[in-house]
């Protein structure tokens, strides 16, 4: 069953019809959703929500991202963060456009779910040992911030 909180046209901040990229508010508004977006993608998965059953996207849809790619965990199958891209439609005008991001990589939090608290729990104990560095999510993210930067750099230079 899912809550009031993982249903965007609940709880999303619908009064904000467009971003304006130079304020904080705005900026801090949409990063939120998109940490947002990726503790539903993860409940999505748990749930077997799929297709229109999946509340996910329009925590990211609404403010005209895109979903490139979830981040998984090899270690329990969980997705624990999200890499987005900004797609802005042509006919959207906004002088602060310039100052949108291209790419998001946001990264949830620990859950307390049964489907997933023992694994959150164990590399929030890595975390307080200084050690989460060497965990597998960490190097899952660590590869998708390069590969993410790869890209770019391609598409940039050729």
Known sequence: MASERESF???????????L????????????C??????????????NREGSDALAPPWWTFFHFQLLRPLVDDVDSSI???IYEFKPPSSQSNDTLYRSPRYVIAFRGTLT???????????DIHFIRQGLHQTSRSNIAIQAVRNTVATVVIQMFG
């Open 9 to 19: 046209d609940l709880s999303g901040p619908l009064h904000l019809t467009y971003v």
């Open 21 to 32: 990229w130079d304020n904080p508010y705005h900026r801090m508004s949409v990063a939120a």
């Open 34 to 47: 998109l940490v947002q977006a990726v503790y539903i993608l993860e409940r999505d998965r748990q749930e």
């Open 80 to 82: 624990f963060g999200a």
């Open 113 to 123: 779910k049964a489907h997933s608290v023992s694994r959150d729990v164990e590399l």
